[in-house]
């Protein structure tokens, strides 16, 4: 089936470093989502991506849809320690209702 | 806060035992998801229900059921509980029914079986 392969897996990163993430399928995405998790809580969608090329912001972020619909990436500018947390990216699977969620990236930030 | 509510916020039961566990969309919102998370794993997706059908299934086993009512609350059900059923259980909501609404997810419940 299909699957969503982020990486890194982790990363540490020392506080006010930019950070980046990606997230790539072997099969066409027509939506991408990015989520951030804080432990214990439910995700909170950060950026919806729509068309393929679109690059989008929102505050420090921003995530561009890939040309060829297999991936996205995310970045994370001047990264404080509330970027802590598990960042998944999120997108409807082929011809279903259903969402897929990536496998997560988890980033801690040093002060 | 999403919006989206879910109770109870913790929930201890033994093996063998029955649970549910409630949410409530947002205001608008016809689409109900429910995913399971196990610890440092990802989110799987288990059932979606729209305006009170049942809309997609993903990897729910046959012990766990859900509905959503009219007015558009959904429980989930999980009876004959084991160990291994020990998880976060989201709730997510969405204005649509398609899979490019964006979802807007619950604070979880989280499921100990003893």
């Known amino acids: 089936g299909q699957q969503l392969n982020q990486s890194p897996q982790s990363m540490f990163i020392q506080e006010g470093e930019d950070v980046s993430m990606n997230c790539t399928s072997s099969?066409?995405?027509?939506?991408w989502l990015w989520y951030k998790q804080d432990p214990g809580e439910g995700p909170v969608l950060l950026i919806a991506?729509?068309?393929?090329?679109e690059l989008t912001s929102n505050g420090r972020l921003t995530a561009q849809f890939g040309i060829t619909r297999k991936d996205s990436f995310l970045n994370i500018s001047a990264s404080i320690p509330s970027d802590v947390g598990i960042y998944f990216c999120?997108?409807?699977?082929?011809?279903?209702?259903?969402?897929?969620f990536g496998t997560g990236t988890r980033l801690k930030v040093l002060a | 806060d999403s919006g989206v509510t879910q109770t109870p916020k913790h929930l201890i039961t033994a093996t063998g035992q029955r649970v549910t566990l409630r949410c409530s969309p947002r205001?608008?919102?016809?689409?109900v998801y429910w995913y399971q998370q196990s610890l440092d794993q990802g989110l799987q997706f288990l059932i979606q229900?729209?305006?009170?059908?049942?809309?997609a299934k993903g990897n729910i086993l046959e012990r766990f059921s859900a509905q959503q009512f009219p007015d558009l609350h959904s429980e989930l059900n999980l009876s004959s509980l084991e160990l291994g059923d020990s998880a976060l259980y989201f709730c997510?909501?969405?204005?649509?029914?398609?899979?490019?609404?964006?979802?807007?997810f619950g604070p979880g419940t989280r499921l100990t079986v003893l």
């Open positions: 997510a909501s969405s204005e649509g029914g398609s899979s490019y609404n964006e979802q807007f």
């Open positions: 099969s066409i995405f027509n939506t």
């Open positions: 991506l729509y068309k393929a090329g």
């Open positions: 999120a997108g409807p699977g082929a011809g279903t209702y259903k969402y897929i």
């Open positions: 205001s608008g919102d016809l689409s």
């Open positions: 229900y729209y305006n009170g059908e049942e809309r």
